[in-house]
């Protein structure tokens, strides 16, 4: 047995074993938007760059004003543009992007990188460009996958903080909701109507103060909240459903999170009440059965099978081909990390999780037209069970 495979949960002893024959590793990208790299590189750049795995050694190609940052991540060795002959490029007409091409391919060469393994999105014009020089490129998706899985405690701190700035968010909309009173059954706050867009003004504001961002987020009400990831528009009304779906991003680190709460100001009628006492019954039987080694498609068949009893529909009993569109009709949840759908997915196609996975436990139950409920809650894999990192209550009421 490998010294990999003596620690790594035997879900990923395939690709990770694979990566221990691997003979080089290539990503190009920015940090920002390419989180193969940024787990390998924590820190925000926003400028694309070459990242080299060579034997077990690793390498950055960047511009020289990058290059103190890289040279402070540890085992890393920082190759600036300039030593991999930027100002001659330059000086024969090349532009910025053309002479990054060649610096790529000239630290290929020189780095004696003459196969590897690519991420999915790895660029199609420098692909084209190294196989020109004859580098065989493999693109390995479940191999760059399976590196970012569990989740280091330095990265944990990132998603804790997000958390934080989340459920700070859902406060904050709350607190709108309880502070309106209705006109005509329409909420008012303040002389003017409650709408989705000024709720997200509060949410974005409280993001900003605990160190987070969010391009998007959902704040819809009414029959948007069963329009799978309706943003939200417009007043709100009384005694309606008001879904609150906010995943920021920590700034420092780059990892996002994922907390859903549905509101109702005023009347709660028996249908919205009936949805969310099956999807909290969905969180009481599925939370302790997650551990390492259990699936995804497990878990998505413990909480299709609540919300079947109450007498909803599901993808577990929809025929081939239909498409559902009430009832239980998404999947229970999915990995959370770098991006803010990541793998495990929570669903039909779901596999094993393992120890250090962050998942979003988010069931819900709708009718078109109507509305409904969702209750999403963030839960971390350990050892021999799991933790929940949301603390925010469940209750419709705000």
């Known amino acids: 047995m490998s010294a990999i495979s003596q620690w790594v949960p035997s879900v990923l002893r395939g690709p990770l074993d694979k990566l221990a024959r691997v003979e080089s590793i290539l990503i190009f990208g ?5 989180p193969e790299l940024r787990v390998e590189v924590p820190h925000s750049v926003a400028d694309p760059f070459l990242y080299v795995e060579r034997n077990g050694d690793r390498y950055t190609v960047v511009r020289s004003l990058e290059a103190a940052r890289m040279s402070e991540i540890h085992g890393m ?9 930027l100002d001659e490029y330059v000086a024969s007409g090349l532009d910025a992007d053309a002479a990054m091409l060649e610096i790529a391919a000239r630290a290929c060469r020189e780095l004696g990188v003459e196969q590897a ?5 790895f660029p199609l014009e420098l692909a084209d460009r190294l196989r020109a020089d004859g580098v065989a490129l493999e693109v390995d998706r479940a191999l760059f996958s399976a590196r970012r899985r569990s989740k280091t405690p330095l990265q944990l701190e990132g998603i804790r903080r997000a958390q934080v700035a989340a459920e700070a968010g859902t406060a904050a909309a709350a607190e709108l909701l309880r502070a309106a009173e209705p006109v005509d059954d329409v909420l008012q706050l303040d002389g003017e109507p409650l709408t989705s867009e000024r709720l997200k003004q509060a949410v974005a504001a409280a993001f900003l103060a605990h160190g987070a961002t969010a391009e998007d987020f959902i704040v819809a009400h009414g029959e948007q909240t069963c329009i799978g990831h309706h943003m939200g528009s417009g007043p709100i009304r009384l005694g309606e459903p008001i879904t609150v779906d906010l995943w920021p991003r920590d700034v420092e680190s780059g990892f996002y999170t994922d907390i859903t709460r549905t509101f109702v100001v ?12 099956l999807c909290l019954e969905v969180h009481e039987r599925v939370i302790p059965a997650i551990k390492p080694g259990v699936t995804g498609r497990e878990l998505h ?4 099978e609540v919300i079947e009893a109450g007498g909803y529909p599901t993808q577990l009993s929809k025929k081939p081909g239909e498409v559902l569109l009430e009832g239980f009709f998404h999947g229970l949840g999915h990995g959370v990390g770098l991006d803010v759908h990541e793998e495990p997915s929570l669903d039909l196609s779901g596999g094993e999780l393992v120890a250090g996975d962050v ?18 809650d ?12 949301t603390s925010y209550p469940y209750a419709l009421a705000p």
């Not at 920015?30 to 390419?34: K, M, P, S």
């Open 30 to 34: 920015d940090t920002v938007r390419c």
């Open 77 to 85: 060795t920082v190759l600036p543009l300039e030593s991999l002959g």
């Open 117 to 121: 393994t690519v991420p999915p999105a």
């Open 266 to 277: 005023g009347p709660v009628s028996e249908e919205l009440a009936d949805y969310h006492r």
């Open 301 to 304: 068949t413990i909480a299709s």
């Open 359 to 376: 998942v979003a436990v988010e069931p819900g139950c709708y009718r078109q037209g109507y509305g409904g409920v969702r209750l999403e």
């Open 378 to 389: 963030l839960v971390l894999v350990t050892e021999d069970g799991a933790e929940v990192l």
